[in-house]
């Protein structure tokens, strides 16, 4: 029978940072999800990117958002947006509603 061994509880995660330096609090976009940065990551640098969690982030200032509504990251923008209207990336869902003008919202991650 194949066996798994417990290796971390995958909330944050060892982040080698193979791009522009990354500050603390910088979201990064992941192939399939985000992380936020726990540390200033240098070029190259290993660092912590925590995985999970509620984290206020920038938002969309057009639309609302209901709480548990998925949302995604687009990295272009540099904001969370209500809707996957292309290449956006999973980033969880609003931990709570958030007006049509408001630009920052609570997202839960992981």
């Not at 209207?85 to 003008?101: H, Q, R, T, V």
Request: glycine residues 14%; hydrophobic residues 40%.
């Amino acid at each position: 029978m194949a066996k798994g061994f417990f290796v971390q509880d995958g909330k944050v995660l060892d982040y080698k940072n193979d791009g522009d330096a990354i500050a603390y609090g910088d979201v990064v976009a992941l192939t399939a999800c985000i992380g936020v940065a726990e540390c200033d990551i240098p070029q190259g640098g290993i660092g912590a990117l925590s995985v999970s969690g509620v984290y206020e982030l920038p938002a969309d200032g057009s639309a609302p958002f209901t709480a548990g509504q998925a949302l995604f990251w687009d990295s272009s923008a540099g904001t969370v947006k209500g809707t996957n209207s292309g290449d956006l990336i999973p980033c969880g869902f609003a931990a709570a509603p958030k007006e049509s003008s408001a630009t920052i919202c609570f997202c839960k991650i992981g």
